[in-house]
């Protein structure tokens, strides 16, 4: 199974990307074939930046080379950051199989295995050909048509209408934690990360457990 880390807000300081470095890492427990962030900041101006970074690389490996402070510039001072530690199932082990995968309209990674015959190709993995339906169909329209056997939970920033989409089905977990002192939200797709990495930075959070079959909007 793969993990999905992130956090949101307009008051992302320091100690946000420390707690989001600890869950990289620890998220390592769920896949350790590659890594990826996407950062977005500046999204209530005409041009939103959207910086992608991934790479073939442990989670660990990964985290302290990216994920420093000032380095590079674009893991600080943003709005939105979504994570990936990815455990492949189909496709091959690269960087351009790592997620998160930007296609036309959206930013997504993705924690699950698709098994319907139109998720399979030569090339690209099942989760990039989802986002690239998406493009085509919408978010909602793409995760109702899945089946019960096709295993989801998503983060997805929506480029054109400027949002956070998260979702997941009865096949994954996912969850999320609101800072109680400022206005920010982590996710992961174990609480017990959450939990970690809070306490490891004395912060107090509300943690909820995503709603199986709902798709949410930040």
Not at 83 to 94: D, F, L, M, V
Not at 144 to 156: C, F, G, Q
Not at 161 to 180: E, G, V
Request: proline letters at 3%.
């Amino acid at each position: 199974m793969c993990g999905l880390i992130g956090m949101a807000g307009n008051d992302i300081e320091k100690k946000d990307l420390d707690i989001f470095k600890d869950l990289f890492m620890i998220s390592a427990l769920r896949g350790t074939d590659s890594s990826g962030l996407a950062a977005i900041k500046g999204i209530n101006t005409e041009s939103p930046k959207i910086t992608l970074t991934k790479s073939d690389a442990t989670p660990d490996d990964f985290a302290q080379y990216y994920l420093t402070p000032g380095y590079p510039e674009h893991t600080i001072r943003n709005q939105v950051v979504i994570g990936h530690t990815r455990s492949a199932t189909k496709g091959s082990i690269n960087k351009a199989n790592a997620h998160p995968f930007m296609t036309q309209n959206y930013v997504g990674a993705h924690n699950g295995t698709l098994m319907g015959k139109k998720w399979l190709h030569s090339k690209m993995t099942d989760s990039e050909l989802m986002f690239r339906e998406m493009d085509k169909k919408g978010v909602h329209p793409v995760l109702e048509d899945l089946s019960y056997w096709d295993a989801y939970a998503v983060t997805i920033w929506d480029k054109v209408n400027r949002k956070l989409i998260i979702a997941r089905n009865d096949q994954r977990s996912l969850y999320t934690a609101f800072n109680k002192d400022r206005g920010v939200m982590y996710w992961a797709s174990e609480l017990c990360f959450l939990h970690l990495a809070m306490s490891r930075h004395k912060q107090e959070a509300d943690y909820f457990d995503m709603t199986s079959g709902k798709v949410f909007t930040v």
